[in-house]
């Protein structure tokens, strides 16, 4: 993570997800022309009492025009707002001493089929939209984006579980107009009330060649340590970072700034390195805080199938038929095995 | 009695060999990649074509319908290497449609009818970004 820091500053987009309690993830990022280069980033997401907290912040590179991002949400939202100033930072500052002192964020929003929910936070509009990929894609392109290739069966793994996607729109012209500098972002702070938190890893993958990296951090803050699944294992792409129990001086920094209220006098915290090739995260990543250590298999999306593949027909014909024949042989041979020769015959 | 048997039993084996050989030959005789078919349909599905080969006759009028289950946009380009290339590199962002360069809207079907004049192997590719390299490519062969 440390080493990772000078590329994230060095480099333009970084973003930033805190996640206090159990999850929540990060977005998949599009373009007018269905690319768009996000360098890096961080969530914070956190669970406590039965509500998910999700802090996220974009850094994009390159600006003007307008951006979008998709976040698959684990269900509908109480609210969203702007995160807090500092809480990003606070974080990783936690985890990692030396504090940048340059990290940035950004932010996109969305529209679409059954609209939940629209806010606008400084150059970011963010709808809730309800509904599948149709809904999704229609959405975009109502905005004048252009989905990845990827992008309908990414879209339908996270609808079979939950049809509540986050759509934000960063309009880096009018941050401009604001005086925020290119790779500035806006916080978000996302509160979903939810039994089964849940941090989309998957959608990071969105939209890049085989061979692109994803780099990203998420921060869990949970009531207890919580039972992951995937398992971080640094071979598929996740790496656990730390997992100790949260200094107070943290819990007191973080629960000062702007609407994170929330944060209990006592918590676990748990960073998650990503890095990985995009094939490589067909995963979300679930998380069990309980204290139960039973994370759902279905919330890490690993019983939904990941990939569909065309059966070539003919092909399946052929094999039936070969078994047929196949079967056809062996009842003759069986049966020609049981015929009794000319003498048996002749005896008979 | 075991002749008996014996004569059923072979001739239940060379039923079965018979159906399952007649069985054969009608699903190779329908499959769409080697046989030439005058009317085809393709699915686009998370950006893929299905089938990703095809075959048509030359001379004749052949029927493709394109059916985008995507809720995303796609072209269907059916051409030589130079007719692809020529898209990959090209600026417009849209096409006009002609018989063999469809754009099919998400949630979409389109119907285009070609006369191919000569045998040939084409591709048919969709050249909206990362979408060839995604997969989204095909083979027509054109055969007499």
């Not at chain 1, 001086?249 to 973080?254: I, T, V």
């Not at chain 2, 796609?74 to 096409?95: K, M």
Request: glycine share 10%; aromatic share 6%.
């Amino acid at each position: 993570m440390r080493r990772r820091l000078p590329a994230a500053l060095l480099g333009a987009g970084l973003a930033l997800l805190l996640v206090a309690g159990p999850t929540l993830a990060c977005g998949g990022l599009i373009g007018p022309n269905g690319a768009v280069n996000l360098l890096r980033t961080t969530t914070l997401a956190g669970y406590h009492d039965g509500v998910e907290h999700y802090v996220t912040a974009f850094q994009f590179q390159g600006g003007g025009g307008a951006f979008g991002s998709i976040t698959p949400l684990p269900g509908v939202p109480s609210s969203v707002e702007k995160g807090g100033d500092w809480t990003l930072q606070r974080l990783i500052r936690e985890t990692d001493p030396p504090a940048p002192e340059a990290l940035l964020f950004d932010r996109a929003a969305a529209s679409g089929a059954e609209v939940l929910m629209q806010v606008r936070i400084d150059a970011l509009d963010v709808t809730v939209l309800k509904g599948g990929a149709a809904d999704v894609g229609q959405w975009a392109s109502q905005n004048g984006f252009r989905l990845p290739p990827d992008a309908p069966e990414v879209l339908d793994f996270y609808a079979k579980r939950s049809p509540i996607f986050l759509a934000a729109v960063f309009d880096a012209d009018a941050a401009k107009e604001r005086g925020q500098a290119i790779g500035d972002g806006t916080p978000v702070h996302i509160t979903i009330p939810t039994p089964n938190p849940w941090v989309p890893i998957r959608i990071l993958g969105l939209g890049k060649a085989a061979d692109a990296r994803v780099d990203a951090d998420v921060y869990l803050l949970t009531d207890n340590q919580p039972a992951l699944l995937p398992t971080p294992t640094g071979s598929n792409g996740m790496t656990l970072d730390n997992s100790q129990q949260a200094s107070q001086s943290l819990l007191n920094d973080l629960r000062s700034d702007r609407g994170m209220g929330w944060i209990p006098t006592r918590g676990w915290l748990t960073k998650i390195a990503i890095d990985a090739s995009a094939p490589q995260l067909s995963y979300d990543l679930a998380v069990d805080a309980s204290g139960q250590g039973v994370p759902s298999w279905v919330q890490a999306g690993l019983n939904v199938p990941v990939q569909v593949q065309f059966v070539d027909q003919t092909t399946t014909i052929r094999a039936l038929l070969a078994a047929i024949l196949a079967i056809g042989v062996l009842i003759l041979v069986m049966q020609l095995g049981r015929m009794p020769g000319p003498r048996a015959a002749t005896r008979a | 009695m075991t002749r008996k048997r014996a004569r059923l039993a072979f001739g239940a084996g060379l039923v079965a060999v018979v159906v399952a050989a007649g069985a054969a030959a009608v699903a190779l005789a329908a499959r769409p990649g080697t046989t030439p078919q005058t009317a085809i349909t393709i699915e686009i599905k998370y950006s893929h074509f299905n089938p990703s080969a095809i075959s048509v006759p030359v001379g004749v009028p052949v029927t493709i319908t394109l059916v985008n289950d995507d809720p995303i946009d796609h072209e269907w380009i059916i051409g030589d290497d130079a007719v692809q290339q020529r898209h990959r590199t090209g600026t417009e962002l849209l096409h006009p449609v002609r018989p063999t360069e469809q754009v099919i809207p998400a949630l979409s079907t389109r119907v285009t009818t070609i006369t191919f004049d000569h045998p040939a192997t084409w591709k048919y590719i969709c050249h909206l970004p990362g979408h060839e390299a995604y997969g989204m490519v095909g083979v027509a062969s054109i055969v007499r």
